[in-house]
């Protein structure tokens, strides 16, 4: 029998199954907390950075990811603190300076509120979030992409750079990548990069509410880990 704990989330009380991530449960009830790597039913590894929040105790606070933090009885989160959010945007900023070419990065963009970018545009095809590596080897146990290298060498390889046998082929590696999609516009030239900002009028509703979740479509090129609002009702019934 499952056991329910409570806790809150920018002062809102959150009821969910023990055990339950802070950002599994977050998006369950409707308060968006922007991520890339997180994917339900694989391990959560807290790579991308931009689900961060605060867990207070005592007075005092500190950051954490939100995929990797499971929800305790009695825990109070802030998930869009202003400390958060200045966090969150530097976290996306940097990302779509990184990789502008992903039409999911520059909707995180979006989501997270950059409106100018400070650093220097690179043309990178992967930002290491290991979407593919997981759903690989956790979902197909198949195990057959992997990271390679460390620091500025690190990237996502084949085994030898060749394909093997154990392969399925299923291409869900390719199917959960953010990559994948290029921008409205079309793909952008090496040196030609630039902050698309152009779904940033969908979050018009969230003026007066930034953490409410208003299914904007800011996550489709990368599948945004809600639940619909059906299965979140029937969880709700269930826990009735």
């Given at each position: 029998m499952l056991r329910y704990i409570s806790f809150t989330?920018?002062?809102?009380?959150?009821?969910?199954p023990q055990g339950t991530s802070v950002l599994d449960a977050a998006l369950d009830q409707g308060?968006?907390?922007?991520?890339?790597?997180?994917?339900?039913?694989?391990?959560?590894?807290?790579v991308c950075r931009l689900c961060l929040v605060e867990v207070v105790r005592n007075g005092r606070s500190?950051?954490?990811?939100?995929?990797?933090?499971?929800?305790?009885?009695?825990?109070?989160?802030?998930?869009h603190s202003p400390l958060i959010l200045k966090l969150r945007r530097?976290?996306?900023?940097?990302?779509?300076?990184?990789?502008?070419?992903?039409?999911?990065?520059?909707?995180?963009?979006?989501?997270?509120?950059?409106?100018?970018?400070?650093?220097?545009?690179?043309?990178?095809?992967?930002?290491?979030?290991?979407r593919c590596v997981r759903i690989c080897s956790e979902m197909w146990r198949a195990g057959a992409l992997g990271f390679v290298g460390r620091g500025a060498e690190r990237r996502v390889a084949l085994p030898f750079n060749e394909r093997p046998e154990y392969c399925k082929r299923c291409y869900s590696c390719i199917d959960v990548c953010p990559m994948t999609i290029a921008p409205c516009a079309g793909p952008m030239a090496v040196g030609e990069e630039y902050?698309?900002?152009?779904?940033?009028?969908?979050?018009?509703m969230t003026a007066r509410m930034p953490d409410s979740c208003v299914w904007c479509g800011l996550g489709k090129g990368f599948g945004c880990a809600r639940q619909t609002p059906a299965a979140r009702t029937r969880e709700r019934a269930r826990v009735r």
């Amino acid at each position: 029998m499952l056991r329910y704990i409570s806790f809150t989330v920018d002062g809102a009380t959150i009821r969910t199954p023990q055990g339950t991530s802070v950002l599994d449960a977050a998006l369950d009830q409707g308060i968006c907390i922007p991520a890339l790597c997180h994917m339900r039913g694989v391990e959560d590894i807290g790579v991308c950075r931009l689900c961060l929040v605060e867990v207070v105790r005592n007075g005092r606070s500190r950051v954490t990811t939100s995929c990797t933090l499971e929800a305790t009885e009695g825990m109070e989160v802030l998930a869009h603190s202003p400390l958060i959010l200045k966090l969150r945007r530097n976290v996306a900023e940097l990302l779509v300076a990184e990789a502008p070419n992903s039409r999911a990065i520059q909707d995180i963009a979006a989501r997270c509120g950059v409106t100018t970018v400070r650093y220097p545009f690179h043309h990178a095809d992967c930002v290491l979030c290991g979407r593919c590596v997981r759903i690989c080897s956790e979902m197909w146990r198949a195990g057959a992409l992997g990271f390679v290298g460390r620091g500025a060498e690190r990237r996502v390889a084949l085994p030898f750079n060749e394909r093997p046998e154990y392969c399925k082929r299923c291409y869900s590696c390719i199917d959960v990548c953010p990559m994948t999609i290029a921008p409205c516009a079309g793909p952008m030239a090496v040196g030609e990069e630039y902050l698309c900002a152009k779904c940033a009028s969908q979050l018009t509703m969230t003026a007066r509410m930034p953490d409410s979740c208003v299914w904007c479509g800011l996550g489709k090129g990368f599948g945004c880990a809600r639940q619909t609002p059906a299965a979140r009702t029937r969880e709700r019934a269930r826990v009735r």
